[in-house]
Each structure stands twice: as structure tokens, then as C-alpha cells.
């Protein structure tokens, strides 16, 4: 018999419930998803806290969402914050509050655990080959790296780089100007570099990186626009192949235009245009530090390797 499974997804850029049916051979069937945009992600950044109003907006969002569960009845529930909640100086205080109206205990995950999780779910949901793959996520606070194979995980870690975080610690403007996209291309190369040693490691495995998060996606819907609507109606990028000369393409294009240009692109999920360009550059300068030829995306990330190895746990 299916198992129902919800997870909170606490994140920088916005909050995440996803409900889930989840048979035993891992597969995963959605019965409800919902999310509130808040990022959170630009006021630590900016101001290294959660400025009151933005910790009551949390609260509200995440009453908003809780309301949903009343009809779906999970039997397991994963409560999780990630790199917002993590680095703000009151992250605990206001995980206290979310806690009180999620009616659970909210895990706070440092940087390896959350690279732990998100490769669980990007290896359950893309095809890769036997041996060691390289896994990345990017969201708003935070750039998590991992290096495993179907036995074990060798390497995660997490990087300080998030789309959204990147904005409000650079004062980024919009449309980027060429100082600032400099600004995040240095920035992005300094916090990465640490990593350029332990994808040194492994030989021949930044040809072919998966890569999740919302920047992924929306990406992956660019690059495909027309092409999988077409065929499909449905938008999917999973498996989407990104060469990285495409990354950059996409950066260098997207980096001088108005959020009003870019929500009219063929493709554009309206949510993540103010962002997309700072993350862009990001996945563009991470492709030039580390080598990648080619980023494969991946739909399923940190909500679903979650969800997995709760189940995997029980």
C-alpha cells in the first residue's frame, strides 16, 4: 500500500509543501503542492538577520499552507529549513514560531546534510551511469555539491552562493549592470574554489553534472522553449541536457534585461525572472570553475531525496 508523505521545504527563495503517494519501488505520486515566494534569502543576505516583517510574512505563509494538509491526512511528516534559516542570526527564533504552526519539529540542516538529501533525490529521478556523479543545487541561499555513486556518497558540501542571497548581499540592481555581473563572478569563483580540489578528485566527472533547483528549471524551460510544450503540453525538463557554452549563452543574454523583458521570454516561470539572471551567472561561473561540460537537470532535488530517506529510515 502507498504511503502519504508530506515535506516542508523551509528555503530561501520561497517555502514548499509537497504530499506525496509513495509506492515501495520509490516512486513518488504528487497529491498536492503548494508554495509561498518570500525570499528570505535577500534580507540575510543583506542584513545577515530576518527583519520582523519578513519573519511574520513567514508565519502567515506557512498558516496559509498548513491549512491545505487538513484534507490530505499524511501519515509521515519531514519539516526542514535550509540555508535562510541556517545562517540568519535569528534563524532560531524564528524556526520556534514556524514550528508552532507546522505542529512539528523543524530540521535545521547544515550545508552537507542538505548536499546529502538533494543527491538522494537528483540520483532517484535521472538516469546516471555506474561510478561517481557529480550533483549540484542551487537555490537561494546556497550552492550544495555532492560527489556519490549507487553505494555511497564520498563528497557534500555547501557553498554560500544562492541566487537570492547574491542580491541582497551585492545590492545587485535590475538589469544587472557589467560591474555587477563581475561582482557575482567573483564571488561565485571565490566560495567555489574550495571545491575545485575535491571534483579534482575524481576524474572525468564534471563532463556530466546533475543540477536542481528552481534556477535549473527555469533554465532547462529557456533552453527548451516550444520544444517540450510542444511535444508534451507539460513543460518537463527533467533529463534536459544544458551544455555549459548554452549556460552562458543564457547569462550573458539574460544579465542586461529588465525583469519586464524577461517575463515575456517564451518559457519564463514568472516566479523565478527576478532572479534568474544572478542565478544563471552563478551556474555559468561554477560550470568555468569546475570544468563542467554539461549539466543534466534534475526535477526531483531536496524535497523528494527527503521524503526518500524518511521512508528509507521508518
Known sequence: MPVRVAVWDLGSSSFHLLVCDAGPDQSLRP????????????SVGEHGSIPPDRAA???VAVRRLRSRLDGVMPEVTVALATAALRDAANGQDVVCRLERVIGAPVRVLDGQEEARLCFVGQRAGVWTPPGPTLGLDLGGGSLELAVGDERSLHVATS???GATRLRGELHLGDPLSAAELRAVQRRTAAAVGAARCLVAEYPGISRRALLSGGTARALGRLATAGKCRG???S?????VELPAAQVEQLAARLAPMTLAQRMVLPGMPARRAPVIAVGAAVLAEVARQL?????IVSDWGLREGALLDALAGR
Not at 235 to 239: A, L, R, S, Y
Open 291 to 295: 570544468d563542467i561540460e554539461r549539466y
Open 231 to 233: 511535444a508534451t503540453g
Open 31 to 42: 497529491v498536492l503542492r503548494r508554495r509561498a515566494l518570500l525570499n528570505l534569502g535577500g
Open 235 to 239: 513543460g518537463e525538463v527533467n533529463q
Open 159 to 161: 557553498v554560500p552562493v
Open 57 to 59: 510574512a513567514a508565519v
